[in-house]
């Protein structure tokens, strides 16, 4: 006889299919199905965080990089300390698969009065705030199971957003009543393609001058080689935003520089903003933050935005369009003229003696100098990521930032996720004091599972990023309580990790070369200024009127 599949089973296997091969999370008796289907199963592994929260985070960046990552927590309590990490997800594009162990369909029937419930005997509670923190949700049972996993996972991969699962720990248990599906692949409507396609070689070749945008979507959807070709077909500059960093490498004869508003190189401004067409490939977020506090001058009447699953010419939209088929379109065109071929953007120059106290005008160099190809760098929200985006890096690197959503204390467990997720890439984090206190308990899992992280932490006596965006940097309220950083990783059960505290420049170029060869995890905690902040920050310091709005 064959044996059946349980719900629990199906599920875990199923999204194994989707290129899963890791589950994060944290165990609770009404997911302990789920759980025991995933330790299991010989094709994914359990990889238990320190809470749910970084589960989520690590999740978010596993998915990153994968393309879909899984996250398993219990009903109420877990679901809802996730939520966060989720909602972080679904703004920025990232594919997490969240599981939520609900109490049985028996106790739920009968209205029973259960721990991790308000004790109202409702178990629906939950379930529509976790829903919204997805694209899509579905409550499993063992006749629905086939048929709405096949959807949730349709829908999740043609949002790219993530995908929230509930099911009651007896049903989990049950067999699955099998069902004739297939698998659902978004693909385009092709007379859709061939009507968007028509009015967007018009315009581009009617244009005089053209700039493409690679938008963060992407890297999610691991399109860079195809928006590459496409680039340099059209033969049109290109440029980034700080969700962009490294989309495509720096080094790219066309590409024009990093934009930014009134911070961005003045020659850069020039091309964005006087484009008479600008190809946004993918769905560019233009937020407070990208455009250095509202400063760009950007007029979208000349935009043609290549969304997901549509494309966008002024108020005409056109449905049912995939951003790969369009560049896939693309790329067959030909440029009317020589393709565009700007300065190469050089590195910072790496300056100071061995003796000077670190600033962040000698640390942000010497972190692209430390960069190099095969590496993927994580940089936390706030002065981490304002300070390292607009620094040119070496090509061959692949860059992970949280810019929309902002979450502080992201980047941490993220970049567990995305160690795990390419262990052949050497994943660097590059964080604050202030970010790296929420999550830190993490750097535990990373020893636990040999994800040989090197993590950079800037100590310099609190938040940095808040004590800029505000007119009085001094409030009692971004002070920290004063961790011993080097001393975490052992502490956490990273013994072997190489760690170290520097205060001078001298100092940190020698853990750096020592951090690079360390065969483990390595950790250096870098002394820096209270109020030394990169230029992006200090210029965000001076627009905190446009970036909030005046006083009533």
């Known amino acids: 006889m064959v044996k059946a599949v349980s719900v629990a089973d199906y599920i875990v296997e199923r999204l194994s299919a989707e290129g899963i091969n890791h589950c994060f999370g944290v165990a609770g008796d009404y997911v302990f199905p789920i759980c025991d289907a995933v330790d299991s199963s010989a094709k994914v592994k359990w990889i238990g965080c320190a809470n749910e929260l970084n589960a989520s985070y690590a999740a978010d960046g596993y998915a990153r990089v994968r393309g879909a990552a899984m996250l398993v927590t219990t009903y109420g309590v877990g679901e809802l300390s996730a939520l966060n990490g989720v909602m972080g997800a679904k703004a920025e594009r990232s594919l997490v698969f969240h599981i939520v162990g609900m109490p049985s369909y028996q106790h ?21 705030l976790s829903a919204d923190a997805a694209c899509c949700h579905a409550i499993i049972n063992p006749e629905n199971c086939v048929v709405e996993m096949e959807r949730v996972i349709g829908e999740a991969r043609r949002n790219n957003q993530p995908a ?53 979507t992407i890297l999610r959807l691991g399109l860079q080689k195809q928006a590459q070709k496409t680039i340099e077909a059209l033969g049109c500059p290109f440029a980034t935003t700080l969700m962009e960093k490294c989309v495509l490498d720096e080094g790219h004869p066309q590409f024009a520089g990093m934009y930014a ?8 401004r020039q091309i964005v903003e006087g484009a008479d067409l600008v190809l946004d490939l993918g769905g560019v977020n233009f937020n407070d933050i990208t455009t250095a506090a509202y400063s ?86 706030g002065s981490t990521s304002l300070g390292m985006t607009p620094t040119t890096l070496p090509d061959g690197l692949r860059v992970e930032a949280q810019v929309l959503w902002g979450s502080i204390g992201w980047a941490t467990p993220a970049a567990f996720g995305i160690a795990l997720a390419d262990p052949g890439r050497r994943t660097v984090l590059i964080t604050g004091e202030g970010s790296h206190q929420l999550t830190a308990n993490d750097i535990g899992a990373m020893g636990r599972f040999g994800a040989n992280v090197i993590v950079f932490v800037l100590n310099n006596g609190g938040y940095l990023i808040e004590r800029a965006l505000e007119e009085n940097p001094d409030w009692t309220y971004n002070d920290l309580a004063p961790w011993n950083y080097a001393e975490l ?43 030394d902040m990169p230029p992006a920050l200090a210029f965000a310091h001076s627009r905190l009127r446009e970036m909030y709005g005046g006083t009533p």
């Open 489 to 531: 990783p052992k502490a956490l059960g990273c013994a072997d990790w190489y760690t170290a505290r520097v205060t001078t420049l001298g100092d940190l170029d020698d853990a750096m070369k020592a951090a690079r060869a360390s065969k483990t995890g390595a950790y250096i905690e870098i002394i820096g200024g209270k109020m």
């Open 164 to 216: 929230y699962i509930a099911v009651p720990s007896d049903y989990a248990l049950s067999p699955v009543m099998s069902a004739d599906v297939k698998p659902i692949v978004p693909r385009s409507n092709e007379v859709a393609l061939r009507k968007a396609m028509a009015i967007i070689e018009e315009r581009i070749n009617k244009a005089k001058s053209v700039v493409a945008f690679p938008a963060f």
């Open 296 to 381: 760009a001058q950007l007029d979208l009447s000349r935009f043609i935005t290549v969304g997901l699953g549509d494309v966008r010419i002024g108020d005409e939209v056109i449905a049912g369009v995939r951003l790969a088929d369009v560049l896939s379109e693309l790329a067959k065109l030909k440029p009317s003229s020589a393709p565009y071929r700007g300065a190469r953007q050089e590195l910072a120059p790496v300056t100071g003696n061995p003796s000077d106290k670190i600033t962040m005008v000698a640390l942000y160099p010497r972190y692209a100098a430390f960069l190099r190809a095969g590496d993927t760098v994580v940089l936390e929200t």
């Open 108 to 128: 739920q029937r009968l209205h029973k009065i259960a721990h991790h419930t308000l004790g109202d005997g409702v178990f629906g509670n939950f379930v529509d």
């Open 261 to 268: 508003g009134a911070v961005s190189d003045p020659k850069t």
